[in-house]
């Protein structure tokens, strides 16, 4: 349903692909499953939203996938359904596949552990097999009465730069031996709009106070230019700035420190050892609701893995181009601060298991879909 879970797909596939060449694989995912050798029956370009007016936005797009993905498994009847993530919709297509027979298996589940833990109730009717990316999510899926493994996390074997920092720099036209900050606002427009000005102030601050401080925004692929308009206030203010689309683990490996939005990207940064401001903002209606639900003290996935807040978080209110530079700054500006983070989080990625996360998950499903077969 977005970037992150057709990075996974795209792995998941080439394992499949490897153990059992001839394999057919369809569904809905992105360029990454495509080049991968997955047919897609539709792109998931203009469906990640996070809010409740976002998602109403997109609903009938959604919906509109929801019906070819039922057609496509009526008329073929797969051997297997692997649902990632994206609960919206996997779960209403899990309930009628289901109804036809065909096995499920949820790779990188919704995280009803942190809100709405009814989910759980829906997977133990569903799914025949779930397979979890955090160690700490055995226990909670078992406890529900869900069939479950531990896979390790993928990123670990999917997080790799392309370059060294020196030379990724040189090309950005920037200092290889200045202060480099990352600044990822998320890969979904709406969130690009809620956290890049207020970054983007943030670092117009930072470079006041770090007067060799440059920044890279970390831009993901299929976001329009407009919404990285912003970044040209840093240019206007004399601050050294570059641009990478696609590029985020050598934006993270370049990075001394990073700004990032919620998400996977603070997974990438731990694996990077990166030290990391995390920022996030919902709508006002949204976020109120939410606060209903949650059941964690933290959002942040590095600071829930590591069971404490090791990283700070500017969330609503809490973030403003102030609180953005102070936070950086101190990273800049302690050392001792900066290495015990680093530490924190290798102690983090250790956490995540080992590399091969997605050819465990792959030989898990063609097991599955092997059953349907004999």
Not at 30 to 59: F, K, M, N, P, Q
């Amino acid at each position: 349903g977005e970037s992150s879970g057709d990075l996974y797909a795209g792995a998941l596939a080439r394992e499949l692909v490897s153990l059992e060449p001839g394999i057919c694989i369809s569904g809905l995912g992105g360029d990454l499953l495509r080049e991968s050798g997955g047919e897609l029956i539709a792109h998931y370009e203009g469906l990640a939203a996070t809010g409740l007016s976002e998602a109403l936005a997109v609903l009938p797009r959604s919906y509109s996938i929801y019906r070819r993905m039922i057609a496509y498994a009526r008329a073929e009847r797969p051997d297997v359904f692997v649902a990632l993530d994206f609960p919206e919709v996997n779960f209403r297509l899990a309930a009628v596949l289901r109804k036809l027979g065909i096995p499920i298996v949820y790779y990188i589940g919704p995280q009803a552990w942190a809100w709405r833990r009814k989910r759980f109730e829906k997977m133990r009717r569903l799914v025949d097999l779930a397979l979890v990316i955090f160690p700490f999510e055995v226990a909670l899926y078992e406890a529900a009465g869900i069939p479950v493994k531990f896979v390790g996390h993928p990123l670990l074997e999917l997080s790799k730069p392309l370059e060294p920092r020196e030379s990724f720099l040189r090309k950005l036209k920037l200092q290889p031996h200045h202060p480099t900050i990352a600044l990822l606002p998320g890969s979904r427009p709406n969130e690009v709009r809620a956290l890049l000005p207020d970054i983007v102030a943030g670092s117009v601050l930072i470079r006041e106070q770090v007067k060799t401080a440059q920044f890279i925004v970390a831009r993901a692929p299929h976001l329009e230019d407009l919404l990285f308009q912003p970044v040209e206030q840093l240019r206007e203010a004399g601050v050294p700035v570059a641009v990478a689309t696609g590029r985020t683990d050598d934006v993270l490996a370049a990075a001394d420190v990073a700004v990032t939005a919620s998400g996977t990207a603070t997974v990438q940064a731990a694996i990077h050892g990166c030290p990391m401001v995390i920022v996030y903002r919902l709508s006002a209606l949204t976020y109120r609701l939410v606060k209903w639900f949650v059941h964690v003290d933290n959002v942040g996935m590095v600071n829930l893995i590591a069971g404490k807040q090791i990283v700070p978080e500017l969330l609503q209110e809490a973030l403003t181009p102030d609180t953005v530079s102070a936070e950086v700054v101190r990273y800049l500006t302690k050392s001792t601060l900066a290495r015990d983070t680093t530490a924190a989080l290798a102690e983090v990625r250790g956490k995540l298991g080992t590399e091969g996360a997605s050819r465990r998950t792959a030989e898990r499903v063609l097991a599955i879909a092997r059953q349907q077969t004999t």
